[in-house]
Structures are given as structure tokens and as C-alpha cells.
T-cell receptor, first 116, second 116 residues
């Protein structure tokens, strides 16, 4: 398994500002993922962040809006830029352990973002 | 494209009883994984159980077991001896395995309430 922490756990932000969410893992992992979960909805993958390469974004998500950093194997950040109320959501970080023996994703506790 | 369908938005069960949550999926892949995740009100996503598609034997984890029907593309979760702590949102997820691709597709979730 993996122990994952996220900061902040929640925030209330003003329209037009940006927020950076941090994700810290207790061990080195190759693959990290960022998801968005709107209230009462399922999870939607924003991007995959591998150390040493640029993040890969899913359809509907762009780097200018959601820049991601992955400086090392235990840390990543997601920035939500130029926020609008539609960005109000829970943002989840996850890590993948994919070794053919037990391919699984483990999730952080999430960051609840409210944009006014 | 893969899809995951959970047809039961909400369910309830009496404490100590058994409940089954349904999940169907659509894929043309042969190698993949299926998962059930639990998300309690605290919103931390917790892995409940994992099934490798190449395994015929149904996975079990204590009170949790699955009924995996590969031909029917069905993956239901059975919770035995339900406990109040089982109250949560349950998500079924599909992951394609291999060729460096590790993307999860989540269902829309089933909200389970265990009644005292």
C-alpha cells in the first residue's frame, strides 16, 4: 500500500485566483494521478504525472488550466488556475503500484475546493 | 472505449445482513483488472477488493467477496454481515492492463447505507 497526504485539505478561494495542491507519498512511486470529483459524482482523471516527463492530460483538461509538477518520485503538485465556481470540486491525488503482481491505485484524502 | 455501469444509485441494508452491489462493464480487452473502492463520508478512497481478469476464482477479502462473470462482463460485490462502518459510497472501477497503459475508468457509484 501507500500513505498519501494532501495539502490543503480544503480551501475557499475567490474567482480568478489560483490554488496549488500538494501531494506527498511515503515511498517512491513512478506513476501519480490527479482526479476531480464533483459533488455526488464519480471520479474523472485530469492527468497522469510521471517523474521526469511532462504530464499527460485527459480530454477536456489542459496544461494552462491545470499545470502539474512532478519534481521527484514522492511529490507532485496540481495548480488550479484562474478559478471559477465551476472548478469547485474535490481534487484527489493517487499513486499507482503497477508491477504485474498487484496493480492498484491508492488515493489521498482529497482537497475540497470551493470557488466563490 | 471502456465503460463501467453501476445501476443502483442507492441501497440500504440492515446491520448484520448481506447486500450485493452490481457492476457491469464493457470492454474488448482480455487483460484487465477490476476493483471496488469504498469512499466513506470522510472521502478517503479505500481499496476494498481487486480481481484480475485472467483469474477464474472470485476474490475474497474477509466479509467482502465478488462474483466475477467475465463472459457476462459483470462484477458484483457482496458484503456479508454488514456493519455500520460499511456505510459509504462504493465505486466499481476497470483498469486496462499492459503496454504501459494504466488508466482507471470509474462507475458512477452506489451509495450504501447500513441501518442499525
Amino acid at each position: 500500500s501507500a500513505v498519501i497526504s494532501q495539502k490543503p485539505s480544503r480551501d475557499i478561494c475567490q474567482r480568478g485566483t489560483s490554488l496549488t495542491i500538494q501531494c506527498q507519498v511515503d515511498s517512491q512511486v513512478t506513476m501519480m494521478f490527479w482526479y476531480r470529483q464533483q459533488p455526488g459524482q464519480s471520479l474523472t482523471l485530469i492527468a497522469t504525472a510521471n517523474q521526469g516527463s511532462e504530464a499527460t492530460y485527459e480530454s477536456g483538461f489542459v496544461i494552462d488550466k491545470f499545470p502539474i509538477s512532478r519534481p521527484n518520485l514522492t511529490f507532485s503538485t496540481l495548480t488550479v488556475s484562474n478559478m471559477s465556481p465551476e472548478d469547485s470540486s474535490i481534487y484527489l491525488c493517487s499513486v499507482g503500484r503497477f508491477n504485474g503482481q498487484g496493480d492498484t491505485q491508492y488515493f489521498g484524502p482529497g482537497t475540497r475546493l470551493t470557488v466563490l | 472505449a471502456q465503460t463501467v455501469t453501476q445501476s443502483q444509485p442507492e441501497m440500504s441494508v440492515q446491520e448484520a445482513e448481506t447486500v450485493t452491489l452490481s457492476c457491469t462493464y464493457d470492454t474488448s480487452e482480455n487483460n484487465y483488472y477490476l476493483f471496488w473502492y469504498k469512499q466513506p463520508p470522510s472521502r478517503q478512497m479505500i481499496l476494498v477488493i481487486r480481481q484480475e481478469a485472467y483469474k477464474q476464482q472470485n476474490a475474497t477479502e474477509n466479509r467482502f467477496s465478488v462474483n466475477f462473470q467475465k463472459a457476462a462482463k459483470s462484477f458484483s460485490l457482496k458484503i456479508s454481515d454488514s456493519q455500520l462502518g460499511d456505510t459509504a459510497m462504493y465505486f466499481c472501477a476497470f483498469m486496462k492492463h499492459g503496454a504501459g497503459t494504466y488508466k482507471y475508468i470509474f462507475g458512477t457509484g452506489t451509495r450504501l447505507k447500513v441501518l442499525a
